[in-house]
């Protein structure tokens, strides 16, 4: 009987996103790799847009979008992608195989009946090899979905799992445990929330974990069992003030850790929080930008060898674009087991530059992103950099221009969960000002190789093009 009910609500999704008729089993696949293209907010200046472009893996808040599957020498991964000519967004997968160096046609999942980025897709996989597919919403006016493959490590077919609301989707599988569910409500502002569910289907009743000032941005990531996450958080107004709060005035960065599926949370100390957490100063709080007047974007999240979590974020003195704005400037926290320490990387040209950043087994830290000045400068993203640390980020090198020459600016370059050399981030292109196509990439460990996913495909699979 519940298989049936899912099956009729997979038909009825059907028929509305796949077109009527549609067989609900029958996920379409489509002719090629082709992301969304969109913007947010007119500036009505030479940079037209707060930010723009090709964002088929954007945001830094959804996590993650591709991961690597040894069982099968498989990186599957997820996109906001789109129709020739049209700015509907497809939530797509489909993976890269590293025996054959080859990808399928992707497999659209559904037709969010929107142009909206911010409903891209996320990835996990549990301990079975089935994918599970987060389908994302931008507040409450549309739902949220989540989708089951019906096969291990197989986009062929899919359940609809969910019909819900959420925002921001961050899903972690954890081994044994299930599911750990990081996500934003809006609920009279962006709530930091999570859920838990030991097989995907049967969730807990959603629980706060932060609301203070007009809400926040986050970013997680798993270390074994435990999940540490990153924020921020938008000021409100006082006595007056409406120039430095709200949305764009996004500032401070936090964190805080779980080592029991969100039971309990607690700072990086070991000092226990009270969850939620209801006021800006609290024992989260690593570092005050907004005393020193700075904007914080909290971009990636990961861990030393001792498990010390490395924090990359972005600072700015304003949200606007445009070079009266700057300077954005790229900073690793590291905990040290007793202090934050703060270092600069580098700087670029916006703010919602966004890149992702690696700690190897012998201590390497390696950042790619968009530092460079694109064809659309100071319009978000531009060329892919390298920079590598051999010091726990005290000091940075460029090691390696990975794009150059680009007719787009290349955005939002992300980093796979449990990473395979050959397929270290992932990232699109596209016009930072106007409407365009947008291409899918992948750069190997080294940077040296760069593939771009074909728009077109003639067969059923297709070798990425290699980039000179």
């Not at 500032?251 to 700072?267: I, K, L, P, R």
């Not at 968009?370 to 460029?398: I, L």
Request: net charge negative.
């Amino acid at each position: 009987m519940r298989n049936r009910v899912i099956r009729l609500v997979v038909a009825a999704v059907a028929a509305c996103t796949l077109g009527a008729g549609a067989d609900p089993a029958d996920y379409p696949k489509d002719t090629g790799y082709r992301g969304i293209w969109y913007y947010n907010q007119k500036t009505n200046d030479e940079y037209v847009y707060k930010y723009s472009g090709g964002l088929g893996t954007y945001c830094a808040k959804h996590i993650p979008m591709a991961v690597y599957a040894p069982a099968v020498n498989k990186t599957f991964f997820v996109y906001g992608g789109t129709k020739p000519g049209e700015d509907a967004l497809l939530e797509m997968i489909s993976y890269y195989d590293h025996a054959t160096g080859e990808v399928p046609r992707p497999v659209i999942l559904l037709d969010k009946k929107t142009s909206d980025a911010h409903d891209n897709p996320v990835l996990a996989i549990d301990d079975g090899g089935y994918l599970w597919v987060f389908a994302s919403a931008h507040g409450t006016s549309r739902p949220a979905y989540i989708f089951k493959s019906t096969q291990p490590y197989s986009i062929e077919d899919f359940e609809l799992v969910l019909e819900t609301n959420y925002s921001y989707p961050q899903p972690w599988y954890i081994t044994g445990k299930g599911f750990l569910f990081i996500h934003t409500a809006y609920d009279g502002g962006r709530a930091l929330s999570w859920q838990t569910s030991p097989d995907g289907k049967t969730w807990s009743e959603r629980k706060r974990f932060a609301f203070f000032g007009e809400g926040h941005y986050q970013i997680s990531w798993p270390r074994g069992t435990s999940v540490g996450t990153a924020f921020n958080y938008h000021p409100k107004a006082f006595q007056g003030d409406t120039k430095r709060h709200g949305l764009n005035w996004r500032t401070n960065v936090y964190y805080a850790e779980t080592h029991d599926m969100g039971a309990t949370w607690q700072a990086i100390t070991g000092e226990p929080l009270q969850i939620p957490l209801s006021d800006p100063h609290n024992p989260a709080l690593i570092r005050e930008y907004e005393s020193e007047g700075l904007l914080a974007y909290v971009k990636d999240l990961n861990y030393d060898a001792q498990g010390r979590p490395v924090l990359l974020h972005v600072t700015a003195p304003s949200w606007e674009p445009g070079p009266d704005h700057g300077p954005r400037e790229w900073r690793v926290a590291h905990w040290k087991g007793d202090a934050w320490a703060f270092h600069s990387v580098t700087t670029s040209d916006n703010n919602y530059d966004t890149g992702s950043i690696h700690v190897e087994a012998d201590g390497t830290w390696r950042i790619i992103g968009p530092t460079e000045t694109g064809p659309q400068a100071y319009n978000p993203g531009g060329e892919v950099a390298m920079w590598v640390s051999k010091d726990e980020g005290a000091t940075w090198t460029r090691e390696r221009l990975i794009t150059h020459d680009s007719p787009f600016n290349h955005t939002y370059c992300r980093r796979p969960l449990n990473a395979h050399p050959d397929f270290y981030a992932y990232w699109a292109d596209g016009h930072g000002r106007q409407p365009s196509e947008s291409r899918l990439y992948f750069c190997d460990q080294t940077g040296t190789h760069v593939r771009r996913l074909p728009y077109v495909m003639e067969g059923d699979t297709a070798k990425p093009e290699e980039l000179p």
